[in-house]
Protein backbone atom coordinates (compact mmCIF):
# COMPACT_ATOMS: atom_id res chain seq x y z
CA UNK A 1 0.00 0.00 0.00
CA UNK A 2 1.43 3.52 -1.21
CA UNK A 3 0.68 6.46 1.08
CA UNK A 4 1.71 9.77 -0.02
CA UNK A 5 1.34 13.35 1.41
CA UNK A 6 1.50 15.76 -1.35
CA UNK A 7 1.89 19.76 -0.47
CA UNK A 8 1.32 22.68 -2.84
CA UNK A 9 1.94 26.18 -1.30
CA UNK A 10 0.60 29.26 -3.03
CA UNK A 11 0.95 33.16 -1.19
CA UNK A 12 -1.83 32.51 1.46
CA UNK A 13 -2.10 29.57 1.55
CA UNK A 14 -1.10 25.37 1.88
CA UNK A 15 -2.93 22.38 0.82
CA UNK A 16 -2.21 19.10 1.81
CA UNK A 17 -3.50 16.42 -0.29
CA UNK A 18 -3.02 12.45 1.37
CA UNK A 19 -2.72 10.05 -1.44
CA UNK A 20 -3.79 6.09 -0.65
CA UNK A 21 -2.72 3.94 -3.87
CA UNK A 22 -2.82 7.30 -5.61
CA UNK A 23 -6.64 7.83 -4.43
CA UNK A 24 -7.29 11.15 -2.35
CA UNK A 25 -8.70 10.17 1.05
CA UNK A 26 -7.86 13.27 2.96
CA UNK A 27 -7.77 17.12 1.97
CA UNK A 28 -6.41 19.79 3.76
CA UNK A 29 -6.30 23.49 3.68
CA UNK A 30 -3.81 26.00 5.85
CA UNK A 31 -5.24 29.57 5.22
CA UNK A 32 -3.02 32.46 6.77
CA UNK A 33 -6.42 33.89 7.93
CA UNK A 34 -7.23 31.61 10.24
CA UNK A 35 -6.29 32.52 13.76
CA UNK A 36 -8.80 30.31 15.39
CA UNK A 37 -7.39 26.66 14.79
CA UNK A 38 -7.74 23.51 17.05
CA UNK A 39 -5.10 23.55 19.73
CA UNK A 40 -4.68 27.17 20.02
CA UNK A 41 -4.62 28.20 23.89
CA UNK A 42 -5.82 31.93 24.45
CA UNK A 43 -6.28 34.44 27.35
CA UNK A 44 -9.36 35.23 27.50
CA UNK A 45 -11.97 37.20 29.38
CA UNK A 46 -15.81 35.55 30.83
CA UNK A 47 -17.88 37.87 28.73
CA UNK A 48 -21.00 36.44 30.71
CA UNK A 49 -22.41 33.28 32.53
CA UNK A 50 -25.64 31.78 31.09
CA UNK A 51 -27.92 29.78 34.16
CA UNK A 52 -30.16 27.90 32.02
CA UNK A 53 -27.23 26.79 29.53
CA UNK A 54 -25.22 25.84 32.61
CA UNK A 55 -22.02 27.83 30.39
CA UNK A 56 -20.73 30.54 29.78
CA UNK A 57 -19.43 33.20 26.66
CA UNK A 58 -16.16 34.23 26.44
CA UNK A 59 -14.26 36.66 24.67
CA UNK A 60 -11.18 35.29 22.58
CA UNK A 61 -11.18 37.98 19.91
CA UNK A 62 -13.89 36.17 17.45
CA UNK A 63 -16.58 38.10 16.25
CA UNK A 64 -18.89 35.51 17.92
CA UNK A 65 -18.51 35.11 21.15
CA UNK A 66 -16.85 31.54 22.30
CA UNK A 67 -18.99 28.99 23.83
CA UNK A 68 -17.50 27.76 27.11
CA UNK A 69 -19.69 24.67 29.00
CA UNK A 70 -19.52 23.67 32.57
CA UNK A 71 -18.73 20.09 31.10
CA UNK A 72 -15.56 21.51 29.38
CA UNK A 73 -14.18 23.39 32.66
CA UNK A 74 -12.34 20.44 33.73
CA UNK A 75 -12.24 19.68 37.40
CA UNK A 76 -9.46 21.51 38.34
CA UNK A 77 -10.37 24.47 37.39
CA UNK A 78 -10.02 26.81 40.64
CA UNK A 79 -6.35 25.56 40.38
CA UNK A 80 -6.09 27.47 36.80
CA UNK A 81 -7.67 30.31 37.95
CA UNK A 82 -5.22 30.27 40.56
CA UNK A 83 -2.48 30.46 38.87
CA UNK A 84 -3.15 32.22 35.70
CA UNK A 85 -3.79 35.25 38.02
CA UNK A 86 -0.58 34.35 40.06
CA UNK A 87 1.48 34.14 36.85
CA UNK A 88 -0.58 37.13 35.08
CA UNK A 89 0.41 39.90 38.13
CA UNK A 90 3.95 38.34 38.11
CA UNK A 91 4.01 36.93 41.73
CA UNK A 92 4.47 33.47 40.30
CA UNK A 93 7.83 32.86 38.05
CA UNK A 94 8.37 29.06 38.60
CA UNK A 95 6.15 27.32 35.92
CA UNK A 96 6.89 23.83 36.75
CA UNK A 97 3.60 23.07 39.18
CA UNK A 98 6.15 21.01 41.29
CA UNK A 99 4.98 23.80 43.92
CA UNK A 100 2.41 24.97 43.25
CA UNK A 101 -0.57 24.50 45.47
CA UNK A 102 -3.92 22.54 43.79
CA UNK A 103 -6.81 23.48 45.02
CA UNK A 104 -9.75 21.29 45.12
CA UNK A 105 -11.82 20.38 42.46
CA UNK A 106 -14.59 21.91 40.89
CA UNK A 107 -18.48 19.33 41.53
CA UNK A 108 -19.29 16.97 38.38
CA UNK A 109 -22.47 18.29 37.88
CA UNK A 110 -22.22 22.08 39.61
CA UNK A 111 -23.62 25.25 38.06
CA UNK A 112 -21.45 27.49 36.06
CA UNK A 113 -22.22 30.93 38.01
CA UNK A 114 -20.33 29.06 41.28
CA UNK A 115 -17.33 29.10 39.48
CA UNK A 116 -16.61 31.60 36.76
CA UNK A 117 -17.66 35.40 37.00
CA UNK A 118 -17.91 37.98 34.77
CA UNK A 119 -15.02 39.96 33.58
CA UNK A 120 -12.48 37.33 34.99
CA UNK A 121 -9.39 36.19 32.97
CA UNK A 122 -9.39 32.66 32.28
CA UNK A 123 -7.22 30.38 30.02
CA UNK A 124 -8.87 28.68 26.93
CA UNK A 125 -7.85 26.21 24.36
CA UNK A 126 -10.18 26.03 21.17
CA UNK A 127 -11.62 22.39 20.13
CA UNK A 128 -14.14 23.78 17.61
CA UNK A 129 -13.73 26.40 15.27
CA UNK A 130 -16.10 28.57 13.98
CA UNK A 131 -18.82 26.94 12.06
CA UNK A 132 -21.60 28.66 9.94
CA UNK A 133 -23.01 31.23 12.49
CA UNK A 134 -21.66 29.80 15.90
CA UNK A 135 -18.47 31.02 17.60
CA UNK A 136 -15.30 28.89 18.52
CA UNK A 137 -16.58 25.71 20.96
CA UNK A 138 -13.31 26.27 23.86
CA UNK A 139 -12.45 24.18 26.98
CA UNK A 140 -10.74 25.26 29.64
CA UNK A 141 -8.58 21.88 30.25
CA UNK A 142 -5.83 22.33 28.24
CA UNK A 143 -3.32 19.73 26.97
CA UNK A 144 -0.33 20.54 24.31
CA UNK A 145 -0.13 17.40 21.76
CA UNK A 146 3.36 16.09 20.71
CA UNK A 147 4.30 13.09 18.43
CA UNK A 148 4.05 10.72 20.83
CA UNK A 149 2.50 12.09 24.15
CA UNK A 150 -0.16 14.57 25.08
CA UNK A 151 0.79 17.08 28.06
CA UNK A 152 -2.25 17.55 30.44
CA UNK A 153 -1.51 20.62 32.80
CA UNK A 154 -2.79 20.14 36.16
CA UNK A 155 -3.38 16.72 36.16
CA UNK A 156 -2.10 13.82 37.91
CA UNK A 157 -3.78 11.08 35.60
CA UNK A 158 -1.51 8.74 33.19
CA UNK A 159 -3.67 7.61 30.27
CA UNK A 160 -2.41 5.01 27.06
CA UNK A 161 -4.40 5.13 23.72
CA UNK A 162 -6.83 2.42 23.80
CA UNK A 163 -6.01 1.82 19.80
CA UNK A 164 -2.51 0.07 21.65
CA UNK A 165 -4.26 -3.50 22.62
CA UNK A 166 -1.32 -5.06 23.64
CA UNK A 167 -1.49 -5.54 27.42
CA UNK A 168 2.05 -5.97 27.53
CA UNK A 169 2.49 -3.06 25.69
CA UNK A 170 0.19 -0.82 27.32
CA UNK A 171 2.08 -1.41 31.07
CA UNK A 172 5.84 -1.20 29.52
CA UNK A 173 4.23 2.63 28.24
CA UNK A 174 2.70 3.70 31.41
CA UNK A 175 5.80 2.50 33.58
CA UNK A 176 8.26 4.21 31.17
CA UNK A 177 5.89 7.43 31.23
CA UNK A 178 5.57 7.49 34.90
CA UNK A 179 9.14 7.59 35.63
CA UNK A 180 9.50 10.69 33.36
CA UNK A 181 6.40 12.88 34.36
CA UNK A 182 6.65 15.64 36.31
CA UNK A 183 4.86 16.84 39.34
CA UNK A 184 1.51 18.66 38.18
CA UNK A 185 0.71 17.23 34.92
CA UNK A 186 -0.89 14.20 32.84
CA UNK A 187 0.57 12.55 30.56
CA UNK A 188 -1.79 10.68 27.57
CA UNK A 189 0.08 8.38 25.62
CA UNK A 190 -0.47 8.50 21.73
CA UNK A 191 -1.26 5.29 19.48
CA UNK A 192 2.17 6.13 17.26
CA UNK A 193 4.45 5.65 21.22
CA UNK A 194 4.10 1.81 20.75
CA UNK A 195 7.66 0.14 21.22
CA UNK A 196 9.22 3.59 21.46
CA UNK A 197 11.90 3.53 24.07
CA UNK A 198 12.34 5.96 26.85
CA UNK A 199 14.80 8.47 25.36
CA UNK A 200 12.14 9.03 22.64
CA UNK A 201 9.74 9.67 25.03
CA UNK A 202 11.63 12.25 27.26
CA UNK A 203 12.53 14.22 24.20
CA UNK A 204 8.72 15.00 22.87
CA UNK A 205 8.20 15.49 26.92
CA UNK A 206 10.69 17.99 27.04
CA UNK A 207 9.47 19.88 24.03
CA UNK A 208 5.92 20.12 25.76
CA UNK A 209 7.03 21.30 28.52
CA UNK A 210 9.50 24.22 26.31
CA UNK A 211 5.88 25.03 25.07
CA UNK A 212 4.18 25.38 28.25
CA UNK A 213 7.15 27.50 29.97
CA UNK A 214 7.23 29.70 26.56
CA UNK A 215 3.24 30.73 27.16
CA UNK A 216 3.33 30.76 30.97
CA UNK A 217 6.15 33.73 30.06
CA UNK A 218 3.81 35.53 27.73
CA UNK A 219 0.94 35.66 30.20
CA UNK A 220 2.59 38.64 32.42
CA UNK A 221 2.04 41.30 29.70
CA UNK A 222 -0.49 39.29 27.09
CA UNK A 223 -3.62 41.67 26.08
CA UNK A 224 -7.08 40.06 26.90
CA UNK A 225 -8.05 38.47 24.94
CA UNK A 226 -4.96 37.35 23.06
CA UNK A 227 -3.52 33.82 21.40
CA UNK A 228 -0.85 32.99 23.68
CA UNK A 229 0.01 29.29 22.39
CA UNK A 230 -0.47 28.39 18.91
CA UNK A 231 -0.64 25.34 17.07
CA UNK A 232 2.57 23.92 15.30
CA UNK A 233 2.22 25.11 11.61
CA UNK A 234 -0.17 23.02 9.56
CA UNK A 235 2.91 20.73 7.96
CA UNK A 236 4.15 19.67 11.06
CA UNK A 237 0.80 19.18 12.69
CA UNK A 238 -0.71 16.69 9.62
CA UNK A 239 2.66 14.54 9.73
CA UNK A 240 2.68 15.04 13.56
CA UNK A 241 -0.84 12.97 13.47
CA UNK A 242 -0.64 10.67 10.61
CA UNK A 243 3.42 10.18 9.72
CA UNK A 244 3.88 6.37 10.51
CA UNK A 245 6.08 3.92 9.07
CA UNK A 246 3.69 3.08 5.89
CA UNK A 247 4.56 6.56 4.21
CA UNK A 248 5.98 5.84 1.51
CA UNK A 249 6.56 9.81 0.09
CA UNK A 250 6.08 12.66 0.83
CA UNK A 251 6.29 16.24 -2.38
CA UNK A 252 6.83 19.75 -1.36
CA UNK A 253 6.69 22.42 -4.17
CA UNK A 254 7.71 25.08 -1.84
CA UNK A 255 11.74 25.14 -0.83
CA UNK A 256 11.27 26.59 2.17
CA UNK A 257 8.37 24.41 3.17
CA UNK A 258 10.78 21.42 2.19
CA UNK A 259 13.58 22.24 4.34
CA UNK A 260 11.06 22.69 6.95
CA UNK A 261 9.43 19.39 6.89
CA UNK A 262 12.85 17.40 6.34
CA UNK A 263 13.87 19.01 9.09
CA UNK A 264 11.01 17.86 10.81
CA UNK A 265 10.78 13.75 9.80
CA UNK A 266 14.55 14.09 10.25
CA UNK A 267 13.97 14.29 14.11
CA UNK A 268 10.63 12.03 14.17
CA UNK A 269 11.95 9.19 11.89
CA UNK A 270 15.50 9.72 10.64
CA UNK A 271 14.77 6.28 8.48
CA UNK A 272 12.58 8.20 6.60
CA UNK A 273 13.87 11.48 5.86
CA UNK A 274 15.04 10.45 2.07
CA UNK A 275 10.97 10.05 1.09
CA UNK A 276 10.55 13.43 1.72
CA UNK A 277 11.00 15.41 -1.97
CA UNK A 278 11.25 18.97 -3.48
CA UNK A 279 8.96 19.09 -6.33
CA UNK A 280 10.18 21.27 -9.00
CA UNK A 281 8.59 21.36 -12.48
CA UNK A 282 6.12 23.57 -14.81
CA UNK A 283 3.66 21.20 -14.54
CA UNK A 284 1.62 22.00 -11.20
CA UNK A 285 2.05 19.87 -8.69
CA UNK A 286 -1.26 18.74 -8.04
CA UNK A 287 -2.08 18.02 -11.79
CA UNK A 288 0.72 15.88 -12.21
CA UNK A 289 -0.57 13.49 -8.87
CA UNK A 290 -4.08 13.55 -10.49
CA UNK A 291 -4.91 15.31 -7.30
CA UNK A 292 -7.01 17.97 -9.37
CA UNK A 293 -8.73 15.50 -11.23
CA UNK A 294 -9.95 13.95 -8.38
CA UNK A 295 -11.26 17.27 -6.73
CA UNK A 296 -13.67 17.75 -9.32
CA UNK A 297 -14.79 14.38 -9.39
CA UNK A 298 -15.05 14.01 -5.71
CA UNK A 299 -16.80 17.33 -4.58
CA UNK A 300 -19.81 17.59 -6.41
CA UNK A 301 -23.58 16.30 -5.17
CA UNK A 302 -23.09 13.10 -7.11
CA UNK A 303 -20.31 10.76 -6.62
CA UNK A 304 -19.67 8.14 -9.14
CA UNK A 305 -18.45 4.92 -8.15
CA UNK A 306 -16.47 2.02 -10.10
CA UNK A 307 -19.27 -0.91 -11.96
CA UNK A 308 -22.36 2.29 -12.53
CA UNK A 309 -23.03 2.91 -8.80
CA UNK A 310 -22.89 5.74 -7.64
CA UNK A 311 -23.84 8.26 -4.49
CA UNK A 312 -25.93 11.11 -4.06
CA UNK A 313 -25.07 13.09 -1.13
CA UNK A 314 -27.36 16.08 0.45
CA UNK A 315 -26.56 18.85 3.42
CA UNK A 316 -28.84 20.37 5.83
CA UNK A 317 -28.34 22.91 8.60
CA UNK A 318 -28.96 19.67 10.91
CA UNK A 319 -27.59 16.61 8.71
CA UNK A 320 -26.35 14.96 5.93
CA UNK A 321 -27.96 12.70 3.58
CA UNK A 322 -26.30 10.09 1.82
CA UNK A 323 -28.37 7.53 -1.02
CA UNK A 324 -27.00 4.74 -2.58
CA UNK A 325 -27.98 4.05 -6.23
CA UNK A 326 -26.82 0.83 -8.55
CA UNK A 327 -27.06 2.86 -11.19
CA UNK A 328 -27.64 1.15 -14.98
CA UNK A 329 -24.78 -1.43 -13.79
CA UNK A 330 -25.21 -4.51 -16.19
CA UNK A 331 -25.87 -7.28 -13.66
CA UNK A 332 -23.97 -10.38 -13.44
CA UNK A 333 -25.22 -11.37 -9.81
CA UNK A 334 -27.06 -13.93 -9.33
CA UNK A 335 -29.95 -12.31 -7.66
CA UNK A 336 -31.17 -8.63 -6.15
CA UNK A 337 -30.10 -9.59 -3.03
CA UNK A 338 -26.37 -10.02 -4.61
CA UNK A 339 -26.27 -7.29 -6.89
CA UNK A 340 -27.47 -5.30 -3.64
CA UNK A 341 -25.03 -6.30 -1.30
CA UNK A 342 -22.14 -5.84 -4.08
CA UNK A 343 -22.99 -1.75 -4.49
CA UNK A 344 -23.74 -1.24 -1.22
CA UNK A 345 -20.05 -2.67 -0.26
CA UNK A 346 -18.36 -0.49 -2.71
CA UNK A 347 -20.62 2.65 -1.76
CA UNK A 348 -19.50 1.71 1.91
CA UNK A 349 -16.21 2.22 0.86
CA UNK A 350 -16.39 5.52 -0.95
CA UNK A 351 -18.82 7.07 1.72
CA UNK A 352 -15.61 6.17 3.98
CA UNK A 353 -13.45 7.75 1.73
CA UNK A 354 -15.83 11.05 1.31
CA UNK A 355 -16.01 11.70 5.09
CA UNK A 356 -12.70 12.29 5.48
CA UNK A 357 -12.12 14.18 2.52
CA UNK A 358 -15.20 16.72 2.79
CA UNK A 359 -14.40 16.20 6.75
CA UNK A 360 -18.18 16.19 6.82
CA UNK A 361 -18.92 15.95 10.68
CA UNK A 362 -22.50 15.77 12.83
CA UNK A 363 -25.28 13.60 11.79
CA UNK A 364 -24.80 11.55 8.62
CA UNK A 365 -27.62 9.23 7.78
CA UNK A 366 -27.13 6.76 4.54
CA UNK A 367 -29.48 5.24 2.72
CA UNK A 368 -28.00 1.94 1.58
CA UNK A 369 -29.57 -0.45 -1.07
CA UNK A 370 -32.51 -2.46 1.00
CA UNK A 371 -31.27 -6.07 2.17
CA UNK A 372 -33.68 -8.90 3.50
CA UNK A 373 -30.71 -10.86 4.68
CA UNK A 374 -29.79 -10.08 7.87
CA UNK A 375 -26.44 -11.59 7.30
CA UNK A 376 -25.68 -9.65 4.29
CA UNK A 377 -27.12 -6.40 6.75
CA UNK A 378 -23.95 -7.47 9.76
CA UNK A 379 -21.31 -7.97 6.52
CA UNK A 380 -22.11 -4.46 5.39
CA UNK A 381 -22.12 -2.75 8.97
CA UNK A 382 -18.85 -4.66 9.89
CA UNK A 383 -17.07 -3.48 6.27
CA UNK A 384 -18.30 0.08 7.11
CA UNK A 385 -16.45 0.07 10.32
CA UNK A 386 -13.05 -1.32 8.80
CA UNK A 387 -13.22 1.52 6.37
CA UNK A 388 -13.66 3.95 8.59
CA UNK A 389 -10.94 2.38 10.99
CA UNK A 390 -8.47 5.12 9.77
CA UNK A 391 -10.58 7.80 10.29
CA UNK A 392 -9.04 10.48 12.70
CA UNK A 393 -12.17 11.77 13.58
CA UNK A 394 -14.23 10.69 16.71
CA UNK A 395 -17.08 8.87 14.98
CA UNK A 396 -20.09 6.54 16.23
CA UNK A 397 -21.61 3.93 13.54
CA UNK A 398 -25.32 2.48 14.40
CA UNK A 399 -26.01 -0.80 12.81
CA UNK A 400 -28.87 -1.10 9.89
CA UNK A 401 -32.14 0.04 10.41
CA UNK A 402 -35.30 -1.93 9.50
CA UNK A 403 -35.91 0.63 6.79
CA UNK A 404 -31.95 -0.40 5.68
CA UNK A 405 -30.42 3.58 7.06
CA UNK A 406 -27.19 3.39 9.05
CA UNK A 407 -26.82 6.47 10.97
CA UNK A 408 -23.33 7.53 11.84
CA UNK A 409 -22.10 10.44 13.87
CA UNK A 410 -18.90 11.98 13.25
CA UNK A 411 -16.98 15.17 15.20
CA UNK A 412 -17.07 17.98 13.62
CA UNK A 413 -13.96 20.37 14.88
CA UNK A 414 -13.39 22.66 11.62
CA UNK A 415 -15.90 23.93 8.75
CA UNK A 416 -16.76 21.25 6.46
CA UNK A 417 -14.72 21.47 3.11
CA UNK A 418 -16.71 22.79 -0.11
CA UNK A 419 -14.91 23.19 -2.99
CA UNK A 420 -17.16 24.14 -5.89
CA UNK A 421 -16.94 22.14 -9.08
CA UNK A 422 -19.12 23.34 -10.97
CA UNK A 423 -18.56 26.25 -13.91
CA UNK A 424 -19.84 28.79 -16.19
CA UNK A 425 -21.79 27.37 -18.84
CA UNK A 426 -20.35 28.84 -21.99
CA UNK A 427 -23.56 28.81 -23.94
CA UNK A 428 -25.09 30.89 -21.85
CA UNK A 429 -22.44 32.96 -20.30
CA UNK A 430 -24.65 35.99 -20.17
CA UNK A 431 -27.86 33.98 -18.09
CA UNK A 432 -24.86 33.31 -15.75
CA UNK A 433 -25.71 29.73 -15.57
CA UNK A 434 -23.50 27.01 -14.60
CA UNK A 435 -22.42 23.44 -15.45
CA UNK A 436 -20.27 20.81 -14.44
CA UNK A 437 -16.52 20.87 -15.22
CA UNK A 438 -15.50 19.39 -18.45
CA UNK A 439 -13.42 16.53 -16.00
CA UNK A 440 -16.85 15.30 -14.55
CA UNK A 441 -18.68 15.09 -18.29
CA UNK A 442 -15.25 13.07 -19.80
CA UNK A 443 -15.70 10.85 -16.77
CA UNK A 444 -19.39 10.16 -17.33
CA UNK A 445 -18.13 9.46 -21.15
CA UNK A 446 -15.87 7.03 -20.23
CA UNK A 447 -18.09 5.03 -18.10
CA UNK A 448 -21.12 5.29 -20.82
CA UNK A 449 -18.32 3.42 -23.52
CA UNK A 450 -17.00 0.93 -21.19
CA UNK A 451 -20.68 -0.02 -20.68
CA UNK A 452 -20.87 -0.09 -24.39
CA UNK A 453 -17.52 -1.84 -25.63
CA UNK A 454 -18.88 -4.60 -23.06
CA UNK A 455 -22.06 -5.00 -25.51
CA UNK A 456 -19.65 -5.67 -28.10
CA UNK A 457 -20.20 -2.46 -30.70
CA UNK A 458 -17.97 -3.36 -33.93
CA UNK A 459 -17.82 0.73 -34.92
CA UNK A 460 -18.60 3.76 -32.30
CA UNK A 461 -18.89 7.57 -32.93
CA UNK A 462 -19.30 10.00 -30.40
CA UNK A 463 -21.21 13.01 -30.96
CA UNK A 464 -20.45 15.88 -28.74
CA UNK A 465 -20.46 19.88 -28.14
CA UNK A 466 -16.83 21.58 -29.87
CA UNK A 467 -15.29 22.36 -26.62
CA UNK A 468 -15.36 18.32 -25.10
CA UNK A 469 -14.53 16.88 -28.70
CA UNK A 470 -11.67 19.42 -28.78
CA UNK A 471 -11.11 18.16 -24.96
CA UNK A 472 -11.35 14.36 -26.03
CA UNK A 473 -8.72 14.47 -29.10
CA UNK A 474 -6.26 17.25 -28.87
CA UNK A 475 -2.72 16.59 -27.46
CA UNK A 476 -0.53 13.51 -27.07
CA UNK A 477 -1.91 11.25 -25.83
CA UNK A 478 -5.36 12.51 -26.16
CA UNK A 479 -8.01 10.51 -24.22
CA UNK A 480 -9.43 9.07 -27.27
CA UNK A 481 -5.76 7.73 -27.96
CA UNK A 482 -5.95 6.12 -24.25
CA UNK A 483 -9.01 4.68 -25.03
CA UNK A 484 -7.59 3.01 -27.97
CA UNK A 485 -4.76 1.61 -26.18
CA UNK A 486 -7.21 -0.02 -23.39
CA UNK A 487 -9.52 -0.86 -25.14
CA UNK A 488 -8.12 -1.55 -29.14
CA UNK A 489 -10.74 0.17 -30.62
CA UNK A 490 -10.98 2.96 -32.27
CA UNK A 491 -14.07 6.21 -31.15
CA UNK A 492 -14.79 8.57 -33.91
CA UNK A 493 -15.58 11.75 -32.15
CA UNK A 494 -17.85 14.75 -34.30
CA UNK A 495 -17.77 17.94 -33.26
CA UNK A 496 -21.66 19.27 -33.34
CA UNK A 497 -22.41 22.61 -32.81
CA UNK A 498 -25.77 22.42 -32.35
CA UNK A 499 -25.13 20.25 -29.02
CA UNK A 500 -25.61 21.94 -25.92
CA UNK A 501 -22.49 22.05 -23.50
CA UNK A 502 -23.51 18.49 -21.51
CA UNK A 503 -25.09 16.54 -24.50
CA UNK A 504 -23.63 13.86 -25.95
CA UNK A 505 -24.84 10.96 -28.23
CA UNK A 506 -22.95 7.75 -29.32
CA UNK A 507 -23.95 6.11 -32.86
CA UNK A 508 -23.32 2.80 -34.07
CA UNK A 509 -21.86 1.26 -37.64
CA UNK A 510 -25.17 1.85 -39.16
CA UNK A 511 -25.55 5.07 -37.77
CA UNK A 512 -28.15 4.99 -35.53
CA UNK A 513 -28.19 6.41 -31.98
CA UNK A 514 -27.74 3.87 -29.19
CA UNK A 515 -29.62 4.42 -25.90
Not at 207 to 226: D, I, Q, V
Not at 423 to 446: F, L, M, R, T
Not at 483 to 499: G, I, Q, S, T
Amino acid sequence: MDKELIIRSSSDNVDFALLKDGKLIELQKDEDSNDFSVGDVFIAKIRKAVPGLNAAFVNVGYEKDAFLHYHDLGPKLPSLLKFTKRVSTGKLRDFTLKNFPFEKDIEKDGKIADVLKSNQSLLVQIVKEPISTKGPRISSELSIAGRYIVLVPFSNRISISQKIEDREEKDRLKRLVKSITPPGFGIIVRTVAQGRKVAELDKDLQNLLSRWTAMCKKLHKAHHPSKVLGEMNKASSILRDIFNDTFTGITVDDEELYLQIKDYVQEIAPKKESIVKLYQSNVPIFEKFGIERQIKTSFGKTVSMSKGAYLVIEHTEALHVIDVNSGNRSNKANNQEDTALEVNLIAATEMARQLRLRDMGGIIVVDFIDMTNAENRQKLFNHLRDEMKDDRAKHKILPPSKFGLIQITRQRVRPEMNIKTREENPDEIINGSEVEAPIGIVQKVNHDLEQLLKKDYKKLTLNTHPFIAAFLTKGFPSIRSKWFFEHKKWVKVLPRDAYTYLEYHFFDKNGKQIK
